[in-house]
């Protein structure tokens, strides 16, 4: 359910499941917009959803609507997965922490999360969901970068000690001794501007993430590999995200095949 929503690559991935295990059922993107969220979620169990994923701009809002929110939900402040519960109501879950660190270990097993700070680049729904996944991983300091100071601020308030909120011209400068970097910010996505960082400071052995898939190599992960960094794509994310709410939907945890990875990055 999203408003757009034909661009979304939910439904290739999830039909590629559902025929892989045999199950009868489809994928179908819901175009809904915003005022008709409550309703087209309550239409779920009516029309026989086992549940649906939630994208822009329906994350936040769906928190004041369902019946049941998971903590991990709660705490990233978004809803990207529903499930409809066998009395009819609806639970609402979060499953991008989870498709980050799993995309990240995946790309780059050598990573280790307790051997330094990390840089965080955005203050949006991405960020929170990054800043959760990389807490509970064991990331002593998070050094956060948002160009509207305040919103980083409100995060310092909201996630604690373990976050550290630096302004926007001291991004460069705040990558010196981490281990990783991360960008949650739609910049360096197609048709967007380019995300202007010097990576001078950033350790050579430092793992360097972007959440964007569109281009796969965004210009940061390309400057990134031609200093030698290690890098983890924003595709992994898209897929792994998928895996537990699929789970959730159908009591199965799908693998990542090379047959899908090949379907979608033909897609993009």
């Known amino acids: 359910m999203g408003w757009p929503v034909a661009h979304s690559r939910s439904p290739l991935i999830h ?24 309703q087209a979620l309550r239409a779920l169990p009516v029309l026989g959803f086992a549940g649906c994923n ?25 809803v990207n997965t529903v499930v409809v519960q066998a009395d009819g109501s609806l639970r609402g879950t979060n499953t991008d922490a989870f498709g ?4 990240l270990r995946e790309a780059q097993p050598a990573w280790v999360a307790d051997k330094g700070p990390a840089v965080v680049l955005g203050a949006g729904g991405a960020s929170r969901a990054v800043l959760c996944a990389l807490m509970d991983a064991g990331v002593p300091l998070i050094r956060l970068c948002n160009r509207d100071g305040d919103k980083a601020q409100a995060l310092v ?8 909120a630096l302004p926007w011209s001291e991004r460069h400068a705040a990558l010196q001794g981490a281990q990783l970097l991360v960008n949650t910010t739609s910049l360096g996505m197609q048709g ?3 995300l202007e960082i010097r990576l001078d400071a950033l350790p050579e052995k430092a793992v360097v993430s972007d959440i964007v898939y569109l281009p796969r190599i965004t210009p940061l992960l390309a400057a990134a590999q031609a200093r030698g960094n290690p890098i ?19 009591g199965t ?4 095949s090379e047959t899908l990875l090949h379907t979608v990055r033909t897609s993009l």
């Open 15 to 38: 039909g590629h499941w559902i025929a892989h295990h045999g199950l009868r059922g489809a994928y179908v993107p819901l175009a809904v917009q915003a005022g008709q969220l409550e």
């Open 54 to 78: 939630l994208t822009i701009p329906h994350k936040v809002q769906a928190l004041s609507v369902l019946d049941q929110i998971d903590p991990i939900a709660r705490r990233i402040g978004a």
């Open 100 to 103: 980050y660190i799993e995309s």
């Open 157 to 164: 308030q909201e996630f604690g000690a373990g976050v550290q």
């Open 253 to 256: 945890m799908p693998a990542i």
């Open 192 to 194: 967007q501007d380019a």
């Open 232 to 250: 983890a794509e924003g595709l992994g994310m898209l897929l792994h995200q998928a895996r537990p709410a699929f789970s959730a939907w159908f």
